[in-house]
């Protein structure tokens, strides 16, 4: 008995038992998880996780195509107060990291621009 397996991905097996002959292939592959992932259809901003957060917090979002994208954060009066992200984001799901440290406890807003998108949600810092 033998077992081979081939280039192409099939396992051979054969056997010379009582000089005859049998032959089994079997196809084998692995399938790419990362190809059964599909692209966003519409553009999402998720809220931020966790919130209430002390000191760091995730946001994330999806955008259906390539664009350029700026992801800001604001305090409650309006004044910008950091740029997480300012540059030209492919198609897909983001997730950016907000280190509050130097902040006091409060609420904040948080705004993504990508393409003719613009959504604005609140956060909040409790320390």
Known sequence: MEVKTLSNGYELWTSCASRGVAVLTVETSVTDLDETKSLPTDFVLNQNYPNPFNPTTTISFSIPSSAFTSLKVYDILGNEIATLLSEEKSA???????????????????????GNFTEIKKMILLR
């Open 92 to 114: 897909g799901e983001h997730n950016v990291l907000f280190d509050a440290s130097a902040l006091t406890s409060g609420v904040y807003l948080f705004r993504l621009n990508s």
